[in-house]
């Protein structure tokens, strides 16, 4: 994998469902992933940065893991809810230039 | 009080005129960036200064000129707009050692 990678590119659940997004990256020159949550007409906001392989973060009914061996992290939605709408970017850091290369993001629509 | 503000939020401009947008960060941040929503809506890295040196120069046209009085500020000046300039232009900041970005609240830039 030469970029940062995410699927599905949008997403349609009901309200209640839980689902979860992949974002795929380079493994070599790792240092952090990103999460972001992007609204619509607002700025992405940060979710959760992780450094370590097999790193787990939780906020509320978000969650995600880490696996920097294989390059790839997931995210998860528990209970999905309208206002969980949005567009989901995961970022590599790399380890030398210090630079965040963003996913094309993952638009989660949750239908009530 | 918002932690990282630009403006103008809209801009609309002719080609070939020269234009400014102003960022201002009051988190403290070492680090500040410009970053270019494509057509694909992907966010492309276009510069970071870090302690007022410039750390990260995308292949970006000399158009594009970043200026940063202090570590609070990092305006982004483009000379000579063209048609394909029209995007929307995201600033943010982060420390380094987290690279967590905040962003602003972006400026779509309209080339006629």
């Known amino acids: ?112 | 009080d918002t932690a990282v503000s630009q403006t103008p939020k809209y801009l609309v401009t002719q080609m070939g005129n020269d234009k400014s947008i102003k960022c201002e960060q009051n988190l403290g941040h070492d680090t500040m960036y410009w970053y270019k929503q494509d057509s694909k809506k992907f966010l492309k890295i276009m510069f970071s200064y870090n302690n007022k040196e410039l750390i990260i120069n995308e292949t970006v046209p000399n158009r594009f000129s970043p200026k940063s009085p202090d570590k609070a500020h990092l305006n982004l000046h483009i000379n000579s707009l063209e048609l394909g300039d029209s995007a929307v232009y995201f600033c943010a900041s982060s420390q380094r050692g987290n690279e967590k970005l905040f962003f602003g609240s972006g400026t779509q830039l309209s080339v006629l």
């Open chain 1, 1 to 112: 994998i030469l970029n940062v990678e995410q699927s599905p590119q949008s997403l349609h659940v009901q309200e209640g469902d839980s689902t979860n997004f992949t974002c795929s990256f380079p493994s070599s020159n790792f240092y952090a992933l990103h999460w972001y949550r992007w609204e619509t007409a607002k700025s992405p906001e940060a979710l959760f940065v992780m450094t370590l392989n097999g790193d787990e973060k939780k906020k509320g009914r978000i969650s995600a893991t880490l696996n920097t061996k294989e390059g790839y992290s997931y995210l998860y939605i528990k209970g999905s809810q309208p206002e969980d709408s949005a567009t989901y970017l995961c970022a590599r850091l790399s380890g030398s230039a210090r630079q965040l290369t963003f996913g094309s993001g993952t638009q989660l629509t949750v239908l009530p």
